[in-house]
């Protein structure tokens, strides 16, 4: 059972443009959402993060919403760099702050010149 | 160091045999985490421990598996009588408090002939 999904396993975007990962979850008792960031060969680098009384969180180039009714977040990249070229990881833990963190299945980004 | 270290960073086995994985956290960080990433798929939660003691092991698969941090500061992550579904990259992470944001170690990618 797959409580945190990533349905798109590629997204390819020009540079410069918007690149836009989504993530879905099913269990409601989630109430903190993480992005990370991978590199082939290193382990998760954290992006960003999200609580639920939140719907909106920003850093820089990036920026998570959290639609909760949808059981639904995106992270948004703008504009995108060719360092961004990674596998992104979606992940939610219950229960107030990153606790034992549930991971999507990742995103691979290819930022193109 | 200033980042989670693990060693060794790949091991090759053979079926049946017993194997330490090792984590030094990001020192002054008191919780620390192992996760299990197979091929594809996100990383998958195995065991947390706040200060020596595991807090949650809900995530080890079977009794083969099992970690210890008993100064409270590295950890060992040991796998008995190994089968060939246990071939995947461990991960470890530490967060200075239980709910602050983890941070990750390379990993060490263990191969189960």
């Known amino acids: 059972d797959q409580q945190v999904k990533q349905n798109?396993?590629?997204?390819?975007?020009?540079?410069?443009?918007?690149?836009?990962?989504?993530?879905?979850?099913?269990?409601s008792m989630f109430d903190y959402f993480?992005?990370?960031k991978k590199y082939p060969a290193e382990g998760p680098t954290f992006l960003i993060s999200i609580s639920s009384i939140k719907d909106k969180n920003e850093d820089g180039r990036f920026t998570v919403f959290l639609n909760k009714s949808a059981k639904h977040l995106s992270l948004h990249i703008v504009p995108s760099q060719?360092?961004?070229?990674a596998v992104y990881f979606c992940a939610a833990s219950a229960g107030q702050g990153a606790q034992k963190l549930v991971f999507g299945q990742g995103t691979r980004l290819t930022i193109n010149p | 160091?200033?980042?989670?270290?693990?060693?060794?960073?790949?091991?090759?086995?053979?079926?049946?045999?017993?194997?330490?994985?090792r984590c030094d956290p990001i020192s002054g960080h008191t919780a620390l985490y192992w996760y299990r990433q197979?091929?594809?798929q996100g990383p998958e939660f195995l065991i947390y421990f706040q200060g020596t003691g595991a807090a949650d092991d809900s995530g080890l698969p079977?009794?083969?598996?099992?970690?210890?941090?008993?100064?409270?500061?590295?950890?060992?992550?040991?796998?008995?009588?190994t089968e060939r579904g246990d071939s995947a990259v461990y991960l470890c992470a530490s967060s200075l408090m239980l709910?602050?944001?983890?941070?990750?170690?390379?990993g060490t990618r263990l191969t189960v002939l």
């Open chain 1, 82 to 85: 060719p360092g961004d070229s």
């Open chain 2, 1 to 21: 160091g200033a980042g989670v270290s693990q060693t060794p960073s790949n091991k090759v086995t053979e079926k049946g045999k017993y194997v330490e994985l």
């Open chain 1, 34 to 36: 993480l992005w990370y």
């Open chain 1, 8 to 27: 798109s396993p590629s997204l390819s975007v020009q540079e410069g443009r918007i690149s836009i990962l989504n993530c879905d979850y099913t269990n």
């Open chain 2, 38 to 40: 197979s091929l594809g």
């Open chain 2, 99 to 106: 709910t602050d944001t983890q941070y990750f170690g390379p």
């Open chain 2, 62 to 81: 079977n009794d083969r598996f099992f970690a210890v941090r008993p100064e409270g500061s590295v950890s060992t992550l040991k796998i008995q009588r």
